[in-house]
Structures are given as C-alpha cells and as structure tokens.
T-cell receptor, first 112, second 112 residues
Framework: GENVEQHPSTLSVQEGDSAVIKCTYS??????FPWYKQELGKGPQLIID?????GEKKDQRIAVTLNKTAKHFSLHITETQPEDSAVYFC???????????FGKGTTLSVSS | NAGVTQTPKFRILKIGQSMTLQCTQD?????MYWYRQDPGMGLKLIYY???????DKGEVPNGYNVSRSTTEDFPLRLELAAPSQTSVYFC???????????FGQGTRLTVV
C-alpha cells in the first residue's frame, strides 16, 4: 500500500541556521504534498503544500521542493527561530484521492 | 468560526466498553477524516468520507465504525474498546480535493 517515509526523526539546529526535512512516497499517482506543523497539545496545521505540476514553492522562510521522478519532496526552513520548534509532518495523497498518508514526523528543536 | 470541533477532549474507557467520538465542522466541507496518532508513528487514517452517506476505510479501520448522515457531523464509534486503541484521535475536514485539511484539537483516549 501507500507509504511515506520521513527523515530525520529528530533535528536540532541553532537559531538562524537552516533546517531540511526529507520525505519519499511510494504511490506514483499521488498528486498533492502538504506539510503540517504540530505544536504540543494541538492538532496539525498546514504550513505549505505543493501540487504535482510544480517543482518548487516558497513562502517567506519556508520552501518545499518536489521531484516526481524520484518520488522525493523536502521542506526547507531558513533563518530558523525558537518558535519554529515543533513536530513537522509530510503527507501525500492516496493516489489522486483526497485522503492523506502521513510520515512519522520530525521533531525540530531550535536553540537560541 | 469554530472550524472542526471534537468532543470529548479526554476519556478513559475500560476494556470492552463502547463510546462515540464526536466531530463536527461548520465550514460546509464535503470531505472528513479520522486519524489516530501514536507516539513516533505519525497519523494513521482510520476512515474518511467524501460526502453525506459515503464512507470508506483508511489504513487502520479495524475496531472502528463511522457514519455520515449530515455534512457537518462525522462520529467515530468504538464498539469493544481494547488497550491497542489507546491513542490521540484527530478529526479533519477539507472543502474539496487537494486543499488544506483543518484539524480538530484531538481526543485523548485511554483504554484500561
């Protein structure tokens, strides 16, 4: 079945550094790839997403890249701040449907 | 705008008991989802619905049932609670395919 692998599981950076989280997916029909941020005790919140017809998307300090041939997509956070500390999840659609399969998450810690 | 509302926030069940986790959204979204989140395992899709009267199994449907009699509500039923169902449950909704999923605050369920 559909699978999404996410690495690393934990990531510690200094404030101002960049952070990169990588995901791979198995279903070549997947066409939507969102990233969610989850803070302690809360539900996940969308931070950025990318569709299969786009290779890269940027929103201020956050960018996502997609390589459909290799079935890889990555989240890049530049100039990290302590408030970026959270758990980040990548996800991909079940084929061309709307239901999402999530990676296992990356705990990002930004120290000042 | 309340978004996605889940009740209860916390619940302790004894093995073999049953309960219903409530989920309602006020955004007139067609698509609704139930996920469970276990430590280090990301979010696993239990059931989803693409509209009133239509439901479908996700990755881990065993031990659960759902119904979708209205657009707003998508309750999740546990018939015979087992310790393996101890988890945090999240309900989510989307307005259409491949758009932002809005999550509720979660229900923390413990089965003892």
């Amino acid at each position: 079945g559909e699978n999404v692998e996410q690495h690393p599981s934990t990531l510690s950076v200094q404030e101002g550094d960049s952070a990169v989280i990588k995901c791979t997916y198995s279903d070549s029909a997947s066409n939507y790839f969102p990233w969610y941020k989850q803070e302690l005790g809360k539900g996940p919140q969308l931070i950025i997403d990318i569709r299969s017809n786009v290779g890269e998307k940027k929103d201020q300090r956050i960018a996502v890249t997609l390589n459909k041939t290799a079935k890889h997509f990555s989240l890049h956070i530049t100039e990290t701040q302590p408030e970026d500390s959270a758990v980040y999840f990548c996800a991909a659609t079940y084929g061309t449907g709307t239901a999402l399969i999530f990676g296992k998450g990356t705990t990002l810690s930004v120290s000042s | 705008n309340a978004g996605v509302t889940q009740t209860p926030k916390f619940r302790i069940l004894k093995i073999g008991q049953s309960m219903t986790l409530q989920c309602t959204q006020d955004m007139n979204h067609n698509y609704m989802y139930w996920y469970r989140q276990d430590p280090g395992m990301g979010l696993k899709l239990i059931y989803y619905s693409v509209g009133a009267g239509i439901t479908d199994k996700g990755e881990v449907p065993n031990g659960y049932n759902v119904s979708r009699s209205t657009t707003e509500d998508f309750p999740l039923r546990l018939e015979l609670a087992a310790p393996s169902q101890t988890s945090v449950y999240f309900c989510a909704s989307t307005g259409s395919g491949n758009t932002e999923a809005f999550f509720g605050q979660g229900t923390r369920l413990t089965v003892v």
